[in-house]
């Protein structure tokens, strides 16, 4: 398959020497209809503002651009920049701009002029949910971005769309499911991958909500979920002993049962908590 009229990923990489590092989470896309199927997937229409984190020597990068997008890319791997050079000449001058940086410190909404995107990204493992939490932390909301469309490990993704009482239930899951729709698109395996990872990997959508499914302070969220999941197997009246309200009051206020355990209580249950918490 042929999007542009670039050269073959691998001699990319070959003539670039673009070994893959595993301390930067490197795990390459090569194969373009699987980039292809991921910009589909992100539902890039020409004329679009795409956020990518980490574009490598550019597989998904070129699918975007073929969808008709314009691309904003930040990349930390300077070995990259040359390879990522070549991709925007073969485009007019704005449709690619590379950002030699660290995707974790950026300002967003600096570099995409203000302008609200689609942030599309086969993220490094290493910091991919740190990078999620960043984003969906956004502040304010709705936020910068109108949605994210990323690769993750399978387990990651199914923390994402978790219900209570399963076993990958988790923080995650209730700040995802608190002010996004969470979708997952499609499985990847490893060959996909050069190298491969050793897991199956996972594209997820994610799309805000114009106000968050239940009222309270992201802060209050954060602080109850971090104390009922830090012992998820423990109860509650105990889990919640080191917040500023006596557990059982809190749980009572919220009309939580006290032997209840984190993983049983639904996304309106810990907003409730929240709320309790702040009203102190
Ligand atoms: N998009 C390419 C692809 O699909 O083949 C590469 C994906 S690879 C999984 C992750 C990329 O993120 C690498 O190019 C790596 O150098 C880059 N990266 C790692 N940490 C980063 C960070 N903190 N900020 C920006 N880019 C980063």
């Known amino acids: ?26 795990n390459f896309l090569l194969d373009l209809n699987i980039t292809a199927r991921i910009a589909r997937a992100a539902g890039i229409e020409p004329g679009d503002l795409v956020y990518e984190v980490g574009p490598g020597p550019g597989g998904l990068t070129r699918a975007l651009l073929a969808a008709g997008a314009s691309v904003v890319a930040v990349e930390r791997d300077e070995r990259c920049l040359e390879a990522l050079a070549e991709v925007a000449a073969a485009y007019p001058p704005g449709r690619l701009t590379v950002i030699s940086g660290d995707a974790m410190t950026i300002d967003e909404p600096a570099i995409l002029g203000g302008r609200p995107a689609k942030v599309v990204a086969n993220l490094p493992y290493n910091v991919g949910t740190a990078l999620l939490i960043r984003w969906l932390s956004a502040d304010p909301w709705p936020p910068w971005w109108r949605s994210l469309t990323l690769m993750f490990q399978r387990e990651v993704a199914e923390r994402l769309s978790a219900a209570p009482r399963s076993e990958a239930y ?22 996909a991958f050069v190298p491969p990872p050793k897991v199956t990997s996972t594209v997820v959508g994610l799309t805000p909500l114009a106000e968050p499914r239940f009222p309270c302070r992201l802060d209050a969220l954060e602080k109850v979920t971090a104390q009922a999941f830090g012992q998820r197997r423990k109860m509650l009246r105990q889990s919640l002993k080191g917040l500023a309200v006596p557990a059982e009051d809190l749980l009572a206020r919220a009309e939580i049962v006290p032997t209840a355990r984190a993983e049983e209580l639904d996304v309106a249950a810990f907003a409730r908590l929240a709320r309790v918490l702040d009203d102190r």
């Open 1 to 26: 398959m042929s999007l542009d009229d670039l050269p073959p990923l691998r001699e990319v990489i070959a003539r670039h020497g673009l070994a893959a590092k595993k301390t930067l989470g490197q």
């Open 170 to 191: 988790s923080r995650l899951s209730v700040l995802a499911q608190w002010r996004t729709l969470v979708r997952a698109h499609f499985d990847l395996s490893p060959k």
